[in-house]
C-alpha cells in the first residue's frame, strides 16, 4: 500500500515539521512493516510552469515528426538567446519538441532554462534540429509521475505523451505546486492480518493511534436508508454476499475528466488514470478500503444477481479475457448471465465505455448512467478464485483480506457524491441495500491476560484504553467482554486482543528474558546420523538440493506408481502456495529430479544431487488436530492427542545421478555415472548407521526392472524392505524429460537407524597382520550375488574381517547361463598371527557353505 503523506494529513494533523521518515518510524513500532518511504519530486527545480501552444510550425525535413511551438508561459520566460523572447517578460517562448498529442491553445507543462528535472537533469537553451529550444513540453515520465492517463492520441515522450491540462488554468502558474509533484510515500507491507490497512482509513487510523491524535475518519458520511425503489438485486448465496449495496447516478457528462488532484492522487498510490467513473470508484477503494465497481446501466439486462458460476460456464473479463468458470466462483450476472467475477473483476460487456466523439453531429458519446456495486464477499471464495484463475486485482487483494462490510454503504455514497461533484451527476433517490443477518463478534477476556502473555504489568486501564484505540467497546472489570469492531476480522480470541496490546504499547518495552536451557547431553543420536549421512554424501562428491515438499499428484503417473500404492496415499493442505502442487510429498524423489531437470536444462549436465527430508504419509484414518494452550505447558494427553492427529512423518534420504561420474582426463578415460553408483550411495549411508545392508535384485515403478536393487535391512529379526536403488526406467525419464540413464536411490533413513548399532565407535586396530584369501566361484545366472555373499560371511566365522566383490565375468569357459564371482576375504584374528593353515580352513568353510546353499562350484576345481 502507497501512501502519500499529503494525503494522510487530510485524515491526521500531523505535526508540521513531521517528515515521512517520522511518520515510518512511528508505524514501525506499531507493527506496519513500511519498507520505504520515497521521494517525490527530490531535486526538482523550477521554473516549470503551464503554458499555452500559441502556434506549431511543423518541421519535414527529419526522418521523425518534428514540431517547432512558440508557448505562452506568462511572465516565467527565461533569458533571450538567439533570437528567442524572454527575460520575464511574458512573451512566447520557442520549444522544439517531438510529441503530437497536443494541439494550438493546449494548456501544457513547460520546463524553462535553468531548471532540473528528476534524474538531475538540467535544463538549458539548446540548438537542435535547425532551431534553438529555450526548454521542453513535458510528458509524465519526465516529470516522475508516470503515465498521465486518458485522453489517448499519439504517443511522445511517456506513455500518455504530453500533459495536456484542462483550460482554467492560466499560464506562468506554478506547475510544482499544480500537479503536487513534491510529496513523500509511505511504501506499506501489509501483512495478511491487517487488510484494513491497504486504505487510507486504515494507516490514517494506525497513524492517529501511534501520536496519540484524533482520526477524521473518511467513512462518517449521512447515508440515505435504503428503500424499495432502488436498483433490483437478488442474492441466491447469502454466505458468499452477506451484504450488497446498489445506488444509481444519471446525466454523467461524458466529456468530465478526472481533475488533477483526484489523476495524482492514484498515481501516487501506484494506480493508472482511466475515466472519471473508474477514477472515483478506485479513490474511494483506496480511501475507505470497500471495493466497488461502476456498471453501465444501459448494458445491463435486468435484476443485478450474486450466485455461484456453474461448471464450464464461459465469461470475458475487463481484461479481453474469456475465462472458464468453477462451480465455486462466485459471480455477479443479470438476466443474460455473468456480467462480473465477485470481488475479482468485472466484465467488459457491462464496463464503462470510453467517450467517443461522433463525426458526423461532433456529439461526444459515453456512458451517461451508472450503477455503483458495493458489497461484501466471502474472503475464502473470493481467495480461491483469484488463485484458480490466475488474476490478483486490487479488489481481490483486499476481500481475501477482510473488508469492513460497514463501510459498504459510505462507500457508495461517497462514490455518488464525487460522481455529482465532478461529472455533473444527479443521484437517483433509490437506494437498494441487501444484508444478511449477523451480530458482532464477542471476545471474553480477563483483564490480566496481556500482562500474563508479555510479562508485564499494563494494568487494566491501559488494556482497555488500547483496546479503544483500535475500535474495540470494552466492558466489565476482572473478566473483559470485548466488541470486535468490524474492520477488523482478524481478532478472533484473547492472544489477539493481547497482540493489539502489546504492539502498542511497544514491543521495545517488552523485557528480554532469556530462557533456562534445560541439561542435556547435546545432539541426539538421531541428530549425529543425519550429520553424519550429510557429511559422507557430500565427501562422496553429492550435492545437497533441499526442495519445496509440495508435489502434485500427476507425478506419480509419471513415476509408474502402482496405483494401489501406499506412496499414492497424500496429504492434501486446505490453503496451498500452488494449486498445481496441492499435496504433501510422500517421497523425496519428485523434487529431486526436478532439481536434476532444472539444472541438466541450463547447461549443467554432470550432477550427483542429495536430499534428506521429511515425507509425509497419510493413514488410513484422519485424525482432528487440537489446538494446543500458550499459557502453560500442554499435557502428556494434549501432546499425544496432536500426534494421533498428524500424517507419519518418516525421514528419507535420496539421491541421484546423470552423467560423468568420474572426468576424463590427462589421469585416463572418464566413467559415466550407472545404477552401481547409486547402490554405492546406499552402501554409504549404511555404514554410517553401522547397519548391516542387504542389496538384492528388485523391481519398482521409477526403476529399470532389470536394474533396481532393493534394500533390506534386518530389525528385531526380521527382515524390512527400506528403499530401491539403480537406473530409471526410460519411460520415467522420458516423462520427466531427464538425462538418459538417469539413476536414483531413495530409503527411509529411520528404519535405516533402527536396523544399526546405534552411536559409532572407533574401530580396533589390530597390531597383527591380515591373512588374504581370493575364491572365484561359479553360480547359475539367476543366483543373486547378495545370496553368495551371506553365505560366505557366515561360513567363515569370525575371522572374517572384510569381504569384497571385485570380479564378475560371463563367458563360454565356464558354460551358458553360469556367471563367475570373484572375492576377495580378508582374514584376521585380535590375539594372535593366523597361520596360512587357519585362514585356508576358514576360506574352505566359507565356500563349503556358498556351495551347500546356492550350488557355487569354485572355479578351476
Known sequence: MRVPLSWLREYVDLPAGETGRDVQAKLVDAGLEVERVEQLGAGLKGPLVVGQVLTIEELTEFKKPIRFCTVDVGTAGGTSQAGGSGGGTGEPQEIVCGARNFSVGDKVVV???????????????RQTYGKTSHGMICSGDELGMGDWGYPRTESGGGNGGIIVLPPEYEPGTDAIELLELVDEVLDIAVTPDRGYCLSMRGVARETATAYGLPLRDPALLDVPAPNSYGYPVKIADPQGCDRFTARTVTGLDPEARSPIWLRRRLQ????????????????????????????????????????????????????????????????????????????????????????????????????????????????????????????????????????????????????????????????????????????????????????????????????????????????????????????????REPNDLAEEVIRLEGY?????????????????DRQLLHRRVGRALAGAGYVEAPNYPFIGEQVFDQLNIPADDTCRRVVKLVNPLSHEEPALRTALLPGLLGALHRNDSRGSHDLALFETGMVFRAGEEAGVAVRLPVDRRPTDEEIATLDAALPAQPRHAAVVLAGAREQAGWWGNGRPADWADAVEAARTLAREAGAELIVRQGQYGPWHPGRCAELVVVIDGEEQLIGFAGELHPRVVKALSLPARTSAMELDLDRLERAGAGALHAPRISTFPVATQDVALVVSGDVPAADVEAALREGAGELLESLRLFDVFTGEQIGAGHKSLAYALRFRAADRTLTVEEASAARDAAVALAAERTGAVLRGA
Open 111 to 125: 520546463v524553462l532554462p535553468g531548471a532540473v528535472l528528476p534524474g538531475d537533469f538540467a535544463i538549458a537553451a
Open 268 to 491: 501516487k498510490a501506484g494506480m493508472r488514470p482511466i475515466s472519471l467513473a473508474v477514477d472515483i470508484t478506485n479513490y474511494v477503494m483506496l480511501e475507505l478500503g470497500q471495493p466497488l465497481h461502476a456498471y453501465d446501466r444501459s448494458r445491463i439486462n435486468g435484476a443485478i444477481g450474486v450466485r455461484r458460476a456453474e461448471q464450464g460456464e464461459k465469461f470475458t473479463t475487463l481484461d479481453g479475457t474469456k475465462r472458464v468458470l468453477d462451480a465455486g466462483d462466485l459471480v455477479i450476472t443479470d438476466d443474460s448471465g455473468p456480467i462480473g467475477l465477485a470481488g475479482v473483476m468485472g466484465g467488459a460487456d457491462t464496463e464503462i465505455a470510453d467517450s467517443v466523439t461522433d463525426p458526423e453531429t461532433g456529439q461526444v458519446q459515453g456512458t451517461t448512467e451508472v450503477v455503483i456495486e458495493a458489497a461484501h464477499f466471502d474472503a475464502l471464495s473470493i481467495s480461491r478464485t483469484a488463485r484458480r484463475h490466475k488474476l490478483s486485482s486490487e479488489a481481490s487483494k483486499r476481500f481475501e483480506r477482510g473488508v469492513d462490510p460497514q463501510a459498504a454503504a459510505a462507500a457508495a455514497q461517497r462514490t455518488v457524491d464525487l460522481l455529482v461533484l465532478l461529472a455533473g451527476g444527479t443521484a437517483e433517490a433509490g437506494v437498494t441495500e441487501i444484508l444478511a443477518p449477523s451480530a458482532p463478534h464477542t471476545i471474553a477476556m480477563g483483564a490480566d491476560h496481556p500482562d500474563r502473555v508479555a510479562g508485564v504489568d499494563y494494568g487494566r486501564e491501559t488494556v482497555v484504553r488500547r483496546l479503544q484505540e483500535v475500535g474495540c467497546d470494552v466492558y466489565g472489570q476482572d473478566e473483559l467482554v470485548v466488541s470486535v469492531p468490524s474492520w477488523r476480522p482478524d481478532l
Open 508 to 524: 521495545a518495552n517488552l523485557p528480554s528474558t532469556l530462557p533456562t536451557p534445560p541439561s542435556g547431553r547435546g545432539l541426539t
